[in-house]
């Protein structure tokens, strides 16, 4: 079905930072109300829809094959690996995360590393080769997820290592080539740049070495030093353990679920303060008449 790109554009942004981030500030978005007026949405709502509804139509509307954006592709990765597979008592999922001069779009962290970087239909592959060069040495397995029409490209283009996910025009993650786990590949440097020094001290003492007691302008070049030579399995293996621990979302948990499907991606990628979810909550559970006031 054709779509109006301006429409379209409106409704990938009410998935936004900057939405949710509002609500949970203030329990209301203004910039939901403008991006919802842009659209056709409002006018076929049912009666008593609420915001929440709005935001499950708008999801239904972007993920049909040929307009899907990032947020489609995340959500679906969301939604069938990190809770379809894997709990946020056992596993955590990191946005954005830093690997060189890269960052990878998903990370899952349970038992290893997983990288997932997303190429939808609205991407070229042109930085793919260099993006794929870094997350390997950092992150122990890691996968393309494609639309259908990358698929035989990534597949040819792509070292043996590496997965390949298609998100199918139904919604569903199939495995067209497995990620193999390969901790031993990672680079000690460039996972300590991944790492906030508090963690990369923590890591440190995990292996049973004493951190450096230099002013914290020291701090990043004695860390270098004494990472450089160690075993990167290892090093990989507590990398793992101490990011489960220090950005953990097991307190999450009740809170995502209370959300709808469509909003999940967002409630994980987003700094969410316990502060924060109640004001969520409200916002999302508003009726939208109202909410179409909120400007």
Request: hydrophobic share 40%; aromatic share 6%; charged share 25%.
């Amino acid at each position: 079905m054709n779509r109006d790109k301006n429409e379209l554009s409106a409704l990938t942004r009410i998935f936004s930072a900057t939405v949710f981030r509002e609500f949970g500030r203030r329990a209301r978005s203004p910039l939901f109300s403008r991006l919802i007026e842009q659209s056709s949405i409002a006018t076929r709502a049912a009666p008593k829809a609420t915001v929440g509804n709005v935001f499950d139509q708008a999801f239904d509307v972007l993920k049909e094959c040929g307009v899907r954006d990032e947020y489609i592709y995340r959500s679906a990765i969301t939604q069938k690996i990190v809770l379809g597979r894997h709990s946020l008592n056992t596993a955590t999922i990191l946005s954005e995360a830093r690997a060189g001069q890269c960052k990878a779009d998903v990370v899952v962290l349970n038992g290893t590393s997983t990288a997932y970087e997303i190429k939808s239909e609205r991407d070229s592959l042109n930085r793919l080769r260099n993006q794929l060069n870094n997350y390997r040495q950092v992150f122990a397995a890691v996968n393309v997820v494609v639309s259908p029409v990358h698929l035989k490209e990534v597949l040819s283009s792509t070292p043996a290592d590496i997965g390949v996910l298609v998100l199918s025009r139904r919604f569903t993650l199939q495995t067209e080539r497995e990620a193999q786990n390969r901790p031993d590949q990672t680079s000690p440097l460039m996972i300590l740049e991944t790492l906030r020094a508090s963690e990369a001290v923590s890591v440190l003492r995990s292996l049973g070495i004493e951190a450096p007691a230099v002013p914290n302008t020291q701090l990043r070049g004695e860390l270098r030093r004494l990472f450089v030579d160690l075993d990167p399995t290892l090093l990989h293996r507590q990398m793992v353990t101490t990011l489960k621990q220090s950005r953990s979302q097991s307190t999450m948990s009740e809170f995502v679920r209370s959300v709808p499907k469509s909003l999940r991606a967002a409630a994980l990628s987003t700094n969410v303060t316990d502060a924060d979810r109640p004001r969520i909550k409200e916002a999302v559970d508003t009726p939208l008449d109202v909410a179409l006031a909120w400007k």
